[in-house]
């Protein structure tokens, strides 16, 4: 049975990364019937806090990438537990004890001083730098100094890596590196092989920036004697200038992206792409879609660049699918956050007003910005008011025309008030753009903007009675 699993370190927010490493492990896991584990990497007790484990959890499950295994939400799944590794000490411990038994790890007294001079004398012979230690052969009783190193033999190690393809490591250039402070303290490229033993993963999929360690951890595998497991390293999320992703470029974080109304399926959908192409350029795709066609044949092997706007787009093509439900009660909800009075207008405005601007906004925290109008009197500059080489009087007679119009409409017609005012136009021999255009600016202050009929539909007749005359006011001045 597949078993893979995301591995993050709760020192933070869930990141765009660690998401999307957490969607190949899923995705590869569901696509071989497999399953799909969460395990806490708390080794580091400064830097490791409750709140970004509760966040990475959080997002996770919110993206919809629920664990069979491990740490999840309702608490621990599965008999292999316990699944942080703060939990784990006394499980790692007499592995320590075999590698020292073995020959395989041994205590060094070296200080940062005395490694400082091997670099040195290094250098000086203008030698690459590897530590083999004075202490590897002396087994010496460990004191508070020392730290346990694992004996690096002069051999090379390779693997077939699922993504990249085979890598070949000569450890003659790895020197005799740590795997714990203490008995009690062991590190991180230690306690990963035990956990991935011990909890059964059979293939570990991570971002690049790992490989440097997988040697190291296939080392430690075989001098415990456990099951080589598979490796497949993701290429890194570059930014689109190809430097290393940052806030300069869009959030880092799962949560911001959540807050600024970003649906989960949109973010799935992105992030599978972010490295993943099933060999066409087809855009959108389920969770259950992906799962279907993912192959780790087909992740690219170099970077993944993030590109915003297609963030954007896809996630606009999402809001668009939501049910009218879903759409009123979110936009409700953003009107809401966005400081918007929604008192103001009653349940068939605030639905109109959601549905004007659903199609436009590319995610939820844009909503009402642009439509700011509806709720006051927009200022503007009486220029705006003139379509193309309409003189000033020419722009307060086709106000005029249209505020007799409106007068004569009753609210109940508000529907079909684009085909009554279109077939008056005609009828009087008007051009479309002098009437349209300058009472579309009057009744929102914009150059660009939904059409007058949606805004009258809203606002009504009053107001919109009253924004033609305010028109014709600022003209007169
Ligand atoms: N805890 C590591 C990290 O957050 C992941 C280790 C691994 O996947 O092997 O980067």
Redesign the pocket.
Known sequence: MIKT?????PTGNLHIG?AR?ALFNYLYAKNQKGIFAIRI?DTDIVRSTQESEQDIIEGLEWLGLIPDEGVSIKGEIGELGPYRQSQRAHIYKPYLEQLIQSGDAFWCNLSEQEIDILKQQADDKSEQFVLRSPYRDKKIKPSQESVLRFKVSDTKISFEDKIKGFIEFDTSLLGDFVIAKNLDYPL?NFV?VIDDELMQITH?I??DD?IA?TPKQILINQALGFTRKNFAHLPLILAPDKSKMSKRFGATSIREYREQGYLPEALINFLALLGWNEGNDREYYTLGEIIEKFSLKRVQKSGAIFNIQKLDSINSHYIKQLSPEKQIELGTQYLIQNRFDIKKWNERQLKSIIQLEINRIKKFADIGKEISFLWKQPEYNPDILAFKAMTKEDSITSLEWSYQLVYTIEESQFDTIEFIIKEAIQKDNKQMGEILWPLRVALSGLEKSPSPFEIIAIIGKEETLKRIQYAQNILKK
Not at 5 to 9: E, K, M, Q, T, V
Request: proline share 7%; glycine share 6%; aromatic share 6%.
């Open positions: 699993r995301i591995a993050p370190s660690t490493t990497e991180y990963v570990i991570r971002g790992h360690n």
